[in-house]
């Protein structure tokens, strides 16, 4: 969903930049045109469309798909984490813990996660504190103590024994 929201958001301040007012950059071709941004393994996240100079910006039909197609992508890997009794500690507030949770698009809700922030306190959750978290993000593998960082979805593949798809 964040993808998602975060496409439309790109979508529209591009719509708003794009007008005859401004000159068309060189790589894009005047007329007509089409802009696709991409992620990971070359992935459409997103495209627009325009007939010609003067023409609105349009986002395609099938972003949507695609943005559903990267999400579901990650649900076996996601799974297989979680089956293997890795949970992730983050707080809503955490940069980095929204980097963590991006790399799993809309498959992390499968990925067992404790948030540890309470709002309107600075005391940690009582598991994050059973945990020993002090940093975030951290991830428990089994009984090991936390392990703090973003990690890589490799290092989680090699630290689980799942396979990235």
Known sequence: MRIAGASLLVALLFSAACNDSFPVPPNIPASPSTITLTATKNTPLFSMFRDGPGAQWTALTNTAMTIDTIGSSF?????????????????????HCLEQKEMFGASFHYVPYEECAIK??????????MAGVKLFPSWQFGMEPPKEGVLSLEALADKTGCRLP
Not at 75 to 95: E, H, I, L, N
Not at 120 to 129: M, R
């Open 75 to 95: 649900d076996t890997f996601a799974k297989c984490v979680a089956s293997k009794q890795a949970r992730m500690y983050g707080a809503y507030w955490c940069p």
């Open 120 to 129: 309107g306190s600075s005391e940690l959750a009582t598991p994050c504190k």
